[in-house]
């Protein structure tokens, strides 16, 4: 992987010296583990004039979850306990005679910002924008192998929990219980918090679970994740609980269920990120239900369980082969529940088969 690292580093050093940069700082984390394998709490990354160096408050952690440095990236550890990894950095930067550094302002405070100008008096400080999330979008086959692996991991808890009795059991034990098996199955964690929704909660998106017990007749919708080595997958699934499900459960469910079919169909090397959303949102709008529609249909996924692209109506863009997305419509009515159905898929071209589904649990409408 270390040639990786570099040559992700590369490119970001000519982005850099393109816009007239001679060193770059790079302090948020899932940006510093892309480039560097690894983001110990509270490092930071620094493409400097001469060497590129990982600047830690104390030595890297050993556990797999983690990650590892680049082996040929040197890791400098910080003097003193508590001081602040960014400012150390820049400092560095100025040893090197850089006479620019460019950082990430989206993500430093105002007060970080001071302190790096009043550090480094000599460096002009530049924005660094959102270039390395930008380098992040295309995944390579071993970031799309890590998804695929936490992937088969969601769907192995999922679909132990719904081998099990449910009813009587809380929103929030399903919770716990569907986290506790992700990471006995060989997850780093959750990649989200859990959503577990019954009933008159079902299909809310992001819904936090109750003390709300599950009864005969619900709607349950569940959206969990597991992080694999960093990397985050998403899926979303809707059943019907103990009994057949009644007739307007199942015309909810197969409108969503169409909207997301048509979402995944959309999903094409170059397809606009806006006409995926529309190839979704357009079955539900055709059906009435364009009133209080999530303000997405998706987004992408990786280091973090929310990155670009955004399928979203306004968004700007187009899709490129190897991104990873998710395509989760869903439609929530006030005091009756509602339907969610959620995959994470990798953007594939037509001679390559279409978009891989990555998440493969059955989305028929079971009653549990």
Excluded at 46 to 54: A, F, M, Q, T
Excluded at 64 to 86: F, K, S
Excluded at 92 to 112: I, K, M, N, P, Y
Excluded at 198 to 207: A, D, K, V, Y
């Amino acid at each position: 992987m270390s040639e990786v690292y570099a040559a992700r580093r590369t490119r970001l050093r000519e982005r850099c010296n393109a816009g007239g940069s001679a060193a770059a700082l790079v302090t948020r984390p899932a940006n510093v583990r892309y480039l560097a394998g690894a983001a110990p709490h509270g490092a930071v990354l620094l493409l400097g004039k001469r060497e590129d160096l990982l600047v830690c408050q104390s030595p890297p952690d050993d556990r797999p979850c983690e990650g590892r440095p680049d082996d040929n990236l040197r890791v400098q550890i910080l003097p003193q306990p508590g001081g602040d990894a960014a400012v150390a950095a820049a400092g560095l930067a100025q040893a090197q005679d850089a006479d620019s550094l460019a950082v990430e302002e989206h993500h430093l405070t105002v007060a970080r910002h001071r302190a790096l100008t009043s550090v480094t008096p000599r460096l002009r400080l530049t924005d660094l924008g959102s270039a390395v999330e930008q380098l992040r979008v295309v995944k390579d086959e071993e970031e799309i192998s890590c998804l695929r692996i936490g992937a088969e991991i969601a769907d192995q808890a999922l679909g132990e929990l719904l081998e099990s009795i449910l009813v009587g059991r809380t929103e929030r034990h399903l919770a716990l219980e569907l986290e506790r098996r992700l990471v006995d199955h060989g997850a780093d964690g959750p990649a989200f918090p859990t959503s577990v929704a019954t009933g008159p909660n079902s299909g809310r998106r992001g819904h936090r679970p109750t003390d709300r017990r599950v009864e005969e007749g619900d709607f349950l919708s569940v959206c969990l994740g597991a992080a694999y080595r960093g990397y985050r997958c998403e899926i979303g699934r809707t059943f019907v609980i103990g009994t057949s499900p009644a007739d307007w459960q199942i015309q909810l469910y197969e409108l969503v269920f169409a909207a997301q079919r048509a979402g995944r169909e959309a999903l094409t090397p170059g397809a606009a990120y806006r006409e995926v959303d529309r190839a979704a949102r357009q079955v539900l709008d055709s059906a009435g239900y364009s009133e209080g529609l999530q303000l997405l249909t998706g987004h992408g996924v990786g280091l973090e369980i929310d990155e670009d692209p955004q399928l979203a109506p306004a968004a700007m863009g187009k899709l490129d082969a190897c991104v990873p997305v998710t395509v989760e419509p869903g439609v929530h009515l006030p005091g009756r529940g509602g339907v969610r159905i959620d995959d994470t898929l990798v953007v594939r071209p037509e001679a390559d088969g279409g978009p891989e589904l990555l998440t493969i649990t059955t989305k028929e409408l079971l009653a549990l």
